[in-house]
């Protein structure tokens, strides 16, 4: 499939400097191209662009860690492409990143997922026009960043199959265009009883299209921490089935019911707000989504009627 040019750009750390370095990624055809770009990396950690060069198909069949990057601009160009086979990850035009979620989907496979691309620790960052198309689970993580500016990304998760919905979880930012998934979330946090530590957030001027949720915040029963200063701000739906979704009893659904708990140690919420959400809700009586494995479905809400613009499912004094 042919996709319109269209770059992507990554930078972290970013201000201007002399004896700027630009890295070619390496390619192969049939192979994987991240062991180059691994062997090659340590060299172009400071002051440069790593370049995935248009016209070119590279083939990411295992996963890669960075290093530690100052004043670096990842720059995607050309395609990136997962294995197209579900097992290889278990045991479109230029510019792309083609997950193959579709065989995914259709499987209701869910097991060992693949994240993405997670960013961590990043200060004084940006991720900007990226285009993702049928990511099969999550697209992109930012865990303990500062002054991360996310905007201009295109996620398409849009199953070709009537008869299935994708299972993708969107990621949140500025500017951006989102098409089937799980909404602009905060969270999940507080597994397992860690601490929380989310604040400062702006996700502003959204399109999203065909998802479960609009603005979604979401914890762990048990956890703990914080989470304060989050505005969902000039956010366009259509045909979402919950416009606003705040909760703190998030469980996992393969692991049995929900939780029924009246604990208080939960992660905390504090200024939250959510200005100017306009859009159509998909009130379809025979609602499914695909990342439904349960009987009920893990989003089931209990006498809801489909039609609610607003959804609490909170814990006193938290």
């Known amino acids: 499939m042919l996709f319109p040019a269209f770059a992507a750009t990554l930078l972290v750390q970013g201000s201007l400097v002399t004896g700027w370095d630009t890295f070619v990624v390496p390619h192969?055809?049939?192979?994987?191209?991240?062991?180059?770009?691994?062997?090659?990396?340590?060299?172009?950690?400071?002051?440069?662009?790593?370049?995935?060069?248009k016209g070119v198909h590279y083939n990411i069949f295992t996963p890669i860690k960075f290093p530690v990057l100052n004043n670096v601009e990842i720059r995607i160009e050309g395609n990136l492409s997962y294995p197209t086979d579900i097992p290889t990850i278990q045991d479109p035009n230029w510019g792309w990143i083609d997950g193959h979620g579709q065989a995914w989907w259709d499987t209701q496979n869910q097991v060992n997922r693949p994240h993405g691309i997670a960013f961590s620790n990043i200060?004084?960052?940006?991720?900007?026009?990226?285009?993702?198309?049928?990511?099969?689970?999550?697209?992109?993580a930012t865990s303990g960043s500062t002054n991360l500016h996310a905007f201009n990304n295109k996620i398409v998760a849009v199953s070709s199959n009537p008869n299935v919905s994708a299972f993708p979880f969107n990621t949140d930012g500025k500017n951006t265009y989102c098409e089937g998934g799980h909404g602009l979330s905060i969270g999940s946090l507080g597994k397992g009883g860690s601490v929380a530590d989310v604040q400062d957030v702006l996700i502003e001027n959204i399109v999203m299209n065909k998802t479960l949720y609009g603005a979604r915040f979401k914890s762990w029963t048990g956890g703990n921490g914080l989470a304060r200063n989050v505005t969902w701000r000039n956010i366009t739906f259509s045909n979402v089935r919950f416009p606003i979704y705040v909760t703190q009893n998030y469980w996992?659904?393969?692991l049995g019911p929900a939780p029924n708990s009246t604990s208080t140690n939960n992660t905390h919420i504090q200024d939250f707000l959510f200005d100017n959400l306009v859009g159509v809700i998909d009130d379809s009586p025979n609602y499914f989504e695909g990342s439904c494995v349960s009987d009920p479905c893990w989003y089931f809400v209990e006498d809801a009627t489909g039609r609610e613009v607003v959804i609490y499912d909170l814990y006193h004094n938290t």
Do not use: C, E, Y
Not at 28 to 53: E, K, R, Y
């Open 28 to 53: 192969t055809d049939g192979q994987d191209d991240m062991p180059g770009l691994v062997a090659a990396i340590g060299n172009h950690s400071t002051n440069s662009t790593i370049l995935f060069q």
């Open 123 to 140: 200060r004084n960052g940006v991720i900007r026009d990226i285009k993702l198309w049928k990511p099969i689970a999550w697209n992109f």
């Open 252 to 254: 996992d659904q393969n």
